[in-house]
C-alpha cells in the first residue's frame, strides 16, 4: 500500500498505532521526572541548614516551685532519753560490795543490781534475833506468873513492852538487811551507773539508771524562729535516724513540746515518741537525727532547698529554668529559716522551675538536662 505496514495495538477506545504509543512513552517519562524533580526540592527546602553540633547538656536536679499550702522538710539533731526512767539507790549508807550488772544489760523486775557490804547487817541481824528470842522467853514467863498473882501487873506489862521493843529491833535488822540488796523495780535496761564496786555511798545516792525497755524518746531542740514564722509545728511524716543504725529511720510521733523557750539559746524542746527496733539496745544520750515535714513559714509563701542558692555577699541568687532548658541568675530575696529549706518572700513565683543543686559550676544561658537518678 505505501511501502511499510502499520502496528497497531487495541485499547479499550480502539486500535493505537506504534507511533502514537512512542509519543505516550516520552510523554510518560517526562512526567515522572519532573514528579521526583519536584518532590526532591521540596524534600531540600523543608530541612533546616545545618548548625554545629551542639556541645553536650550538663545534668541538673531541677525543683518546681510550688504555691498553696506549704511544708518543709526539717532534719534537727537529736538526744535520745527514756519516757519511763528511774534513778535506783540504796535507803541506807554503806560500802559497795559487787556491782550485778553493767551499762547496757537488759534486767528483769526484781534482779539485783548492786549489793552492800552485809557483814555489820548480819551481825546487827543476829543480835536482834536473840535479843527477841530472850524478851520473848521473858515475856511468857511472867505471863504465867501473873496467872498465879505471883508478880504484879506493872511487871507484866513492862516485860511486853520489851518485847514489842525487841519486836520491832528484828524488823528493822531484817529490813535493813534486805535493803542492802539493790533490784530493779521493773523490767527495763541499766541505762548508766553512777559508782563503782568497793565506793562508799550515802542514803538516796543514786546508784544506776533503769529505763523502760520499751519506752524512748528522741528530744530535739527546735529554733525559735522556726515556731515564731510558722505559728505552729504540725510535724507529719516524722523518723528518727538513729547515728549507730543510719539506714534504718524508724516511724515516730510527735509527743509534746515545751511551752517556753530556753532563753538563752532560743530554742524550744520537742520530743518524738518511737519504739526501737528490738536487735538494738538504745540507751540515754545517744546521738539521732529527726526528720520531719513541718508547717512552713506563711500559708501560701514557698520553699526552695538550701542547695539551690547562691551567695553574693549578702545577695542571694538562684538559676531559673526556661522552657528550652536553658538557666538564667535571678535574684531573690529569702525569710530566715530551718533544716534543707528556705522560705521565699520575693523573686520566684509558683510554677516556675530552678536549679536544685550543684549551682557553682553553671553560668549565664548554659543548656542543662533533668538528672535522672
Known amino acids: 500500500m505505501h511501502g511499510y505496514s502499520t502496528r497497531r495495538l487495541r485499547s479499550s477506545n480502539g486500535w493505537i498505532d506504534d507511533s502514537v504509543r512512542g509519543t505516550m512513552r516520552h510523554t510518560a517519562g517526562r512526567s515522572l521526572a519532573l514528579t521526583f524533580l519536584a518532590a526532591l526540592l521540596v524534600a531540600t527546602c523543608s530541612e533546616p541548614p545545618p548548625t554545629p553540633d551542639e556541645p553536650p547538656r550538663r545534668p541538673a536536679k531541677l525543683h518546681t516551685v510550688t504555691g498553696g499550702e506549704q511544708r518543709r522538710t526539717v532534719e534537727l539533731p537529736a538526744v535520745l532519753d527514756a519516757t519511763a526512767k528511774a534513778q535506783l539507790a540504796f535507803q541506807q549508807p554503806g560500802r559497795v560490795a559487787a556491782l550485778s550488772v553493767r551499762e547496757g544489760q537488759a534486767v528483769g523486775a526484781g534482779t539485783e543490781i548492786a549489793r552492800l557490804d552485809q557483814r555489820e547487817l548480819e551481825t546487827g541481824l543476829t543480835k536482834a534475833k536473840t535479843n527477841h528470842r530472850a524478851a520473848r522467853t521473858e515475856f511468857e514467863r511472867v505471863e504465867r506468873l501473873l496467872d498465879t498473882g505471883a508478880i504484879p501487873r506493872a511487871t507484866y506489862d513492862q516485860r511486853r513492852t520489851d518485847l514489842e521493843i525487841a519486836l520491832a529491833s528484828l524488823d528493822e535488822a531484817q529490813r535493813r538487811l534486805d535493803d542492802s540488796v539493790l533490784r530493779a523495780p521493773f523490767p527495763g535496761v541499766i541505762a ?3 559508782v563503782d564496786a568497793h565506793q562508799n555511798v550515802g542514803a538516796q545516792q543514786a546508784v544506776a539508771t533503769l529505763q523502760a525497755r520499751r519506752s524512748v524518746e528522741a528530744v530535739v531542740q527546735v529554733p525559735a524562729t522556726l515556731v515564731a514564722n510558722s505559728g505552729r509545728l504540725e510535724p507529719r511524716e516524722t523518723v528518727v535516724i538513729l547515728d549507730v543504725a543510719p539506714d534504718r529511720p524508724i516511724p515516730a510521733s510527735f509527743h509534746s513540746t515545751a511551752t517556753r523557750a530556753d532563753p538563752a539559746a532560743q530554742t524550744f524542746e520537742a520530743r518524738f515518741a518511737f519504739e526501737p527496733p528490738a536487735d538494738l539496745r538504745l540507751l540515754p544520750g545517744m546521738s539521732a537525727t529527726v526528720r520531719s515535714s513541718v508547717a512552713a513559714d506563711a500559708p501560701g509563701r514557698p520553699a526552695i532547698p538550701i542547695e539551690a542558692v547562691m551567695s553574693d555577699g549578702e545577695r542571694r541568687y538562684v538559676w531559673v529554668v ?26 520566684l513565683v509558683a510554677g516556675e522551675t530552678i536549679v536544685a543543686a550543684g549551682v557553682s559550676s553553671l553560668h549565664e544561658g548554659m543548656l542543662i538536662r533533668r538528672h535522672e537518678p
Do not use: Q, Y
Not at 324 to 345: D, H, I, N
Open 192 to 194: 548508766e551507773l553512777h
Open 322 to 347: 526556661d522552657e528550652w532548658m536553658s538557666v538564667a541568675k535571678r535574684e531573690v530575696t529569702l525569710g530566715p529559716g530551718v533544716g534543707a529549706t528556705l522560705p521565699v518572700l520575693e523573686g
